[in-house]
């Protein structure tokens, strides 16, 4: 039996040593927010935290994630869905199709902590995701937002929402 500590608390499963930590995330602990891209790293929609370091979750062995570590997901990042960088996501109706919005996010969270007002050259070089919907402006758009302290106005989108307000 293997032991991991994912979002706060102890997780046991079986899996063989070479199994990535995505797939012991999705299938063994049924944490199916973070998601398969590409398989080699690329792609970024894999993105969890092991001990608040942005990481590749699809080509890292489960074998190499100690039971002392602090793996966290996207549905570990807020336990209400609040965490700045998601309701910046939200008012920014950044995603199209979605699929790499919890990789992203993940990414912008570490950069967010790591350097609370990143510059463009900051945020070219933490924000590898790939986003097939093109979604890159409004990425940055959101993590500016952010830093800036959750103001929207300052995206300088102009979103027309459904109940007519805009952003």
């Not at 050259?121 to 993590?143: K, L, P």
């Amino acid at each position: 039996m293997v032991k991991l500590n994912v979002n706060g608390s102890p997780r046991e499963f079986e899996a063989e040593s070479d199994t990535p930590l995505l797939w012991v995330l999705r299938e063994q602990l049924g944490l199916t927010g973070t998601k398969y891209g590409c398989g080699i790293a690329q792609c970024g929609a894999c993105t969890v935290h092991i001990d608040g370091e942005p990481t590749r979750s699809c080509v890292r062995p489960v074998s190499s994630v100690n039971a002392d570590q602090k793996v966290v997901t996207i549905e570990g990042l807020s336990k209400d869905g609040l965490h700045p960088v998601q309701k910046a996501w939200v008012a920014l109706d950044v995603p199209q199709c979605g699929f790499c919005q919890s990789g992203m996010i993940m990414a912008a969270a570490a950069l967010l902590k790591d350097k609370p007002n990143p510059t463009d050259e900051d945020i070219n070089q933490s924000i590898t995701n790939i986003c097939r919907c093109g979604t890159y402006n409004r990425v940055r758009a959101a993590i500016k937002v952010v830093a800036q302290g959750g103001n929207t106005r300052s995206a300088g989108l102009a979103i027309q929402h459904p109940d007519g307000s805009t952003t």
